[in-house]
């Protein structure tokens, strides 16, 4: 069998592993892993079989992939440049709020150290290029197989039949609700009528706790919220205990499991936070589809990439093991050079 065989047979068997995932558990960073490994062995094989193929179509189909790949890259390092700018701005200096900005300054050393590398003949600069590359593919590699695979997940619809709504908490601004929030607890009560509608007659909860800066719960003035938009008092559930998202969902379940042993829910959060807080409520034995809603488009970015590190910091072996196989790859080509 070909190069171009044995990678298309494992894209294959790297795709299957994605679906069987899905129909098992959609819950899973694995499936999405499984997902962008399958378009890069799709893409390997492809180039693979580029020898097939005219010497003139290679040289063309390879400069242009060259020149898009450039273009990204610039595209994309300007892009975090000025949303962390935007960022910092409009939310503070706060560690959190300089992710963007730190990914955008990490593309531009890297479009800085590859053309250096080449004009420089330096053994220890060609080593950290080589360290650097890996490292950022891999992380690239992740990145877009999380992006993909939470776009594809929170555009799946939440199934008829739910018996409760959950509106995660994410704090207040002076006791009051933001818009943040706000967008959560819209779309909490757009699912609440929606499943009325079917002829169910599910209950809202709202999942937080008082914060040391809050004079009242959140769950409470989520509550207070949704009562002012028509939802009757009596149909939600009002968690206000928890201090984090798990705690959000343990609290949450243990609310509905004293009211319906086996009830299925909807969770609902921003759309950036949706698959992370998926794969918490998997661990946390919540029988529900967790949906987002709309944030700020200056501050998705930021969010995404810490939800990135987020779900990175949940493995820290298994990553850690990975980076430092690579930086030991790196380091021995780089040298052999």
Do not use: K
């Not at 499936?31 to 062995?41: F, K, S």
């Not at 739910?162 to 943040?180: M, T, W």
């Not at 699912?191 to 599910?202: A, I, K, S």
Request: charged residues 15%; aromatic residues 6%; hydrophobic residues 55%.
């Amino acid at each position: 069998m070909t190069v171009a065989g044995v990678l298309s047979a494992l894209a294959a068997l790297s795709a299957t592993l994605c679906v069987v995932g899905v129909l098992v558990e959609r819950r899973r960073f694995r499936n999405a892993v499984a997902g962008g490994t399958t378009v890069v062995l799709l893409l390997m094989a492809s180039i693979a079989a580029i020898p097939r193929v005219d010497v003139g179509v290679v040289d063309l189909v390879t400069a242009l992939v060259a020149a898009l790949l450039i273009v990204f890259v610039l595209v994309l390092t300007g892009f975090l440049l000025v949303n962390g700018v935007v960022m910092m701005r409009r939310e503070g200096r706060r560690p959190a709020n300089l992710l963007s900005l730190l990914a955008g300054l990490a593309c531009l050393a890297v479009v800085v150290l590859v053309p250096l590398t080449l004009q420089l003949e330096n053994r220890f600069l060609t080593t950290v290029t080589y360290v650097t590359l890996l490292l950022a593919a891999h992380l690239g590699l992740l990145l877009c197989s999380l992006l993909a695979y939470s776009f594809v997940y929170g555009r799946m619809e939440v199934r008829p039949g739910v018996d409760f709504v959950v509106v995660l908490g994410s704090g207040l601004i002076r006791g009051a609700v933001p818009p943040l929030l706000a967008a959560r607890l819209d779309r909490g009560v757009a699912l609440w009528v929606q499943e009325r509608e079917r002829g169910g007659d599910p209950m809202l909860v709202t999942s937080g706790g008082r914060g040391p800066d809050e004079p009242v719960a959140e769950a409470v003035a989520m509550a207070d919220y949704l009562v002012a938009r028509g939802v009757p008092s009596e149909r939600i559930l009002r968690e206000d205990r928890s201090r984090t998202t798990r705690e959000n969902l343990v609290f949450s379940r243990a609310l509905m499991t004293e009211r319906a042993p086996d009830h299925r829910c909807a969770v609902v959060t921003n759309n950036f936070h949706a698959f992370r807080a998926a794969l918490t409520a998997r661990r946390a034995g919540v029988n529900g589809q967790v949906v987002g809603s709309p944030t700020a488009r200056y501050y998705w970015p930021s969010a995404t990439l810490r939800e990135f590190v987020a779900v990175l910091a949940e493995h820290p072996v298994l990553n850690g093991t990975i980076c430092l196989a690579l930086v030991v790859l790196g380091v021995l080509v780089g040298l052999d050079r």
